[in-house]
Structures are given as C-alpha cells and as structure tokens.
C-alpha cells in the first residue's frame, strides 16, 4: 500500500474539487488512490523519483483515475455514453515508454 501523504492528499482533493471533505470522502480517496497507483504497477508503470517530469504525469494520471472513480461509484451509469478519455490513454502510453529500465 502506498502512503497518501498530507501533500498529496491535498493536492487530490484540489484536483477533484473537494473543499470540505467527510471522513467517508477522504477514505475513498485514499481507497482510489491505492487502487490507481496498484493500476500503474499493475501496468508495468512505477512511481517515478519525485519533482522530476514524469513524475508530473504520473501524478496526473492518478489523479484523472481517482477523480473518474469518484465519480463513478453509483452501481449504475445513466445518461450520457462513457468512454475513455484519449489523452488518459496517451498519458498511460507515455509514461509505458519512458518506464526506466533496470541496471540503466
């Protein structure tokens, strides 16, 4: 399980809008953040060195899936078509390329 630190947290929050979270809020939050970076490794992506570029993008792409969980979590989707989102699929793509490589 990866820690959600304080900072992170917050930046999670800003991403989704959440101003004044409930403790039910914020523990889904930690439970789709977990399930998104499991999502990434799972993928062969790792979570890069902090403060670097990529770092950036796979921060972004954390938070896209934590965000589109949130607000996905009704048992049932009515009204609009959902598909996923191209530049989520770009992203994901990049991040697979530049995944360093072991001993380099």
């Not at 917050?10 to 989704?16: H, Q, R």
């Not at 914020?26 to 060195?49: H, K, N």
């Not at 796979?58 to 530049?87: E, H, Q």
């Amino acid at each position: 399980m990866t820690v959600l630190t304080d900072e992170r947290r917050a930046g999670l929050l800003a991403y989704c809008r959440i101003e004044e979270p409930t403790a039910e809020e914020l523990l889904t939050l930690e439970t789709l953040y977990d399930a998104a970076v499991g999502y990434l490794e799972g993928a062969g992506i790792s979570q890069p060195a902090p403060g670097t570029p990529r770092a950036a993008q796979y921060d972004l792409a954390v938070n896209f899936m934590v965000l589109r969980d949130f607000d996905l979590r009704d048992a049932t989707i009515t009204g609009t078509i959902v598909a996923d989102n191209p530049a989520f699929r770009r992203l994901i793509t990049q991040l697979k390329l530049t995944e360093p490589r072991e001993g380099a």
